[in-house]
């Protein structure tokens, strides 16, 4: 017959037992669940980062084109009021139009040729230009393609002319194998109408190298890496695969489906292996994918599920060794322990033990502790690494969303229970000269400018959370003495970015449009209206900062 020792120490036994699978199972759970997420979310802020990079790019190529193009037609109507040309008004006209496009050409990056070809029906004598620096330093005159003498369905021939001309709007063109030049291009092209009428396109090809080395210089990981593919799934730019060639996970239906939104997530197997990779819709239709091996996203929470598993074990070992030395302090431990395990299964990482023995119940409950602080370490260091953008160190778009959702949830929680809204107001910066500076003295300066940009806005609102939500785009949420005190602070603001002005560096000449919305429960919805009023006020304050500095330009 077994002693009272043995009875009270065996069930206590298979109880320890027990409560350590569960804080095991939970701890690995929760580990698992927090590594998908993180990784989710580190592959989509790369996808995003990258995507505003090639955003921007491709935006630098279309403003220079729509520039020219603004130009050609305005030209056009200051040569003639009517839809006929003379050759002698098209010949001047071109030469103009030529003298701008070499400028705006030159300062390009990527661009390779320049041209405007005119439409056969228009002139007989004068059909254009075409500039070229393929293989060369300085763009060059190039004989003018023979429209006539190829099919128009000859894309990598004349398709620069037939599909901006069928569609009747400025297009992007997927990349093609360019016979003229022999190399591959993308190429934005703009029709030019007069009267009504069509005269012909202007447009440049950019080199695709250009485009390739942006992606193949990403690092994700050990061996993942970013591709591109056009709107149909062909491949663009990939490090394994073929220009043209069909992308494997385009093709996975609830990419097509998500990609209406900005980002979407999809696993698939390639070559073999399981990927999970994140991908975006770009301005021009083009997708953005970046890739990783699944095997090398999820090492991390595996081998904090091994040590876990291992923390486990090790408790086990010792709590059945010492349970049968100590059994009438363990009851009220235990209880403890459990409730803790149930709070730690919620997702409360704040739960703590404060049972200080020296048995073996004191151990298991410190080293509990210790589990739920490191998990804890962990789940604060992804997160913030999540939510912190990396140039500035301040808040990103991500905590900005998150931000405006726990707002909009403290709003909807005081209308239910009949309270006062929250106070707060929504502040809008945009910095005024960032791509001057990028392109006077390169990025690195320019990341400079948003350094200061940050930090004068940090400085002045203290109180209140500021975050980047774009590339030269900041807003802070005004809440408490920056509220109470936002006129004063406005005006310190101006005072700050004025002293700016007189620095020896311009990239330390910080320049920025801002516009402020106090939320108003009678008339905003949600924190978006007062955030919409805020931008609307930022850009009237942009329009009003560039008139006085085009003014002062003139006065000058």
Same mark, same amino acid.
């Given at each position: 017959?077994?002693?009272?020792?043995y009875r009270i120490a065996i069930p206590t036994v298979l109880a320890i037992i027990?409560?350590?699978?569960?804080?095991?199972?939970?701890?690995?759970?929760?580990?698992?669940?927090?590594?998908?997420?993180?990784?989710?979310?580190?592959?989509?802020? !790369?996808?995003?980062?990258? +995507?505003?990079?090639?955003?921007?790019?491709? $935006?630098?190529?279309?403003?220079?084109?729509?520039?020219?193009?603004?130009?050609?037609?305005?030209?056009? $109507?200051?040569?003639?009021?009517?839809?006929?040309?003379?050759?002698?008004?098209?010949?001047?006209?071109?030469?103009?139009?030529?003298?701008?496009?070499?400028? #705006?050409?030159?300062?390009?990056?990527?661009?390779?040729?320049?041209?405007?070809?005119?439409?056969?029906?228009?002139?007989?004598?004068?059909?254009?230009?075409?500039?070229?620096?393929?293989?060369?330093?300085?763009?060059?005159?190039?004989?003018?393609?023979?429209?006539? +003498?190829?099919? =128009?369905?000859? #894309?990598?021939?004349?398709?620069?002319?037939?599909?901006?001309?069928?569609?009747?709007?400025?297009?992007?063109?997927?990349?093609?194998?360019?016979?003229?030049?022999?190399?591959?291009?993308?190429?934005?092209?703009?029709?030019?109408?007069?009267?009504?009428?069509?005269?012909?396109?202007?447009?440049?090809?950019?080199?695709?190298?250009?485009?390739?080395?942006?992606?193949?210089?990403?690092?994700?990981?050990?061996?993942?890496?970013?591709?591109?593919?056009?709107?149909?799934?062909?491949?663009?730019?990939?490090?394994?695969?073929?220009?043209?060639?069909?992308?494997?996970?385009?093709?996975?239906?609830? #990419?097509?489906?998500?990609?209406?939104?900005?980002?979407?997530?999809?696993?698939?197997?390639?070559?073999?292996?399981?990927?999970?990779?994140?991908?975006? /819709?770009?301005?021009?239709?083009?997708?953005?994918?970046?890739?990783?091996?699944?095997?090398?996203?999820?090492?991390?929470?595996?081998?904090?599920?091994?040590i876990v598993l291992i923390s486990a074990v090790l408790i086990l070992l010792i709590?059945?060794?010492?349970?049968?030395?100590?059994?009438?302090?363990?009851?009220?431990?235990?209880?403890?322990?459990?409730?803790?395990?149930? !709070?730690?299964?919620?997702?409360?990482?704040?739960?703590?033990?404060?049972?200080?023995?020296?048995?073996?119940?004191?151990?298991?409950?410190?080293?509990?502790?210790?589990?739920?602080?490191?998990?804890?370490?962990?789940?604060?260091?992804?997160?913030?690494?999540?939510?912190?953008? +990396?140039?500035?160190?301040?808040? $990103?778009?991500? /905590?900005?969303?998150?931000?405006?959702?726990?707002?909009?949830?403290?709003?909807?929680?005081?209308?239910?229970?009949?309270?006062?809204?929250?106070?707060? +107001?929504?502040?809008?910066?945009?910095?005024?000269?960032?791509?001057?500076?990028?392109?006077?003295?390169?990025?690195?300066?320019?990341?400079?400018?948003?350094?200061?940009?940050?930090?004068?806005?940090?400085?002045?609102?203290?109180?209140?959370?500021?975050?980047?939500?774009?590339?030269?785009?900041?807003v802070a949420i005004l809440q408490g003495p920056d509220l109470e005190e936002r006129?004063?602070?406005?005006?310190?603001?101006?005072?700050?970015?004025?002293?700016?002005?007189?620095? =020896?560096?311009?990239?330390?000449?910080?320049?920025?449009?801002?516009?402020?919305?106090?939320?108003?429960?009678?008339?905003?919805?949600?924190?978006?209206?007062?955030?919409?009023?805020?931008?609307?006020?930022?850009?009237?304050?942009?329009?009003?900062?560039?008139?006085?500095?085009?003014?002062?330009?003139?006065?000058?």
């Open positions: 017959m077994h002693s009272i020792r027990v409560s350590v699978l569960i804080i095991g199972l939970v701890g690995i759970i929760s580990i698992k669940d927090i590594g998908d997420r993180s990784s989710g979310e580190i592959l989509t802020l !790369q996808c995003e980062r990258a +995507a505003q990079e090639l955003d921007a790019y491709m $935006n630098s190529v279309v403003q220079a084109v729509e520039t020219v193009s603004r130009y050609t037609e305005k030209d056009l $109507n200051d040569v003639s009021d009517t839809a006929e040309l003379t050759d002698r008004q098209m010949h001047y006209h071109l030469i103009r139009v030529r003298d701008i496009f070499d400028t #705006v050409a030159r300062n390009t990056r990527g661009a390779m040729t320049y041209y405007y070809r005119v439409a056969p029906e228009v002139s007989g004598q004068e059909q254009g230009f075409w500039y070229s620096k393929f293989e060369q330093e300085s763009f060059e005159a190039k004989t003018l393609t023979d429209l006539e +003498a190829y099919d =128009p369905d000859n #894309v990598s021939r004349v398709g620069w002319y037939t599909i901006p001309k069928e569609r009747g709007k400025a297009s992007w063109l997927s990349p093609y194998f360019n016979e003229n030049l022999e190399a591959w291009m993308i190429s934005y092209v703009v029709p030019i109408y007069h009267e009504g009428e069509f005269i012909g396109v202007v447009g440049i090809d950019i080199d695709y190298e250009t485009l390739a080395s942006q992606l193949r210089t990403m690092v994700v990981l050990q061996n993942g890496y970013a591709f591109l593919t056009d709107e149909n799934g062909k491949i663009v730019y990939h490090p394994q695969k073929e220009i043209g060639s069909d992308s494997v996970a385009f093709h996975k239906q609830e #990419v097509q489906n998500a990609l209406s939104e900005r980002v979407a997530l999809v696993d698939y197997q390639y070559e073999g292996e399981e990927k999970l990779a994140a991908a975006c /819709a770009l301005s021009n239709e083009m997708r953005l994918y970046v890739t990783a091996p699944l095997s090398e996203i999820n090492a991390d929470w595996i081998r904090m599920v091994k709590f059945v060794t010492f349970s049968f030395l100590v059994t009438s302090r363990v009851t009220i431990p235990l209880r403890k322990l459990t409730e803790a395990a149930r !709070q730690l299964d919620k997702g409360n990482y704040e739960v703590k033990l404060d049972y200080a023995g020296d048995d073996e119940v004191g151990i298991l409950t410190g080293t509990f502790n210790q589990l739920t602080g490191h998990l804890k370490e962990n789940f604060n260091d992804l997160s913030s690494r999540a939510y912190k953008d +990396a140039l500035t160190n301040i808040r $990103n778009k991500g /905590a900005y969303d998150r931000f405006l959702l726990e707002l909009r949830e403290e709003i909807d929680q005081a209308a239910r229970d009949g309270m006062p809204a929250p106070e707060f +107001a929504i502040c809008v910066f945009d910095c005024n000269d960032l791509k001057r500076i990028n392109d006077r003295y390169g990025h690195e300066k320019g990341d400079l400018y948003l350094k200061a940009s940050c930090d004068l806005i940090c400085r002045t609102y203290r109180h209140s959370p500021v975050f980047r939500i774009g590339g030269d785009e900041f006129e004063k602070q406005q005006n310190s603001f101006q005072q700050q970015m004025a002293a700016a002005g007189n620095a =020896p560096d311009p990239w330390r000449r910080v320049s920025m449009a801002a516009g402020l919305a106090v939320y108003d429960p009678e008339s905003d919805t949600s924190p978006e209206d007062t955030f919409k009023r805020a931008d609307i006020l930022m850009y009237e304050n942009k329009r009003k900062m560039k008139n006085r500095k085009e003014q002062s330009d003139g006065i000058g």
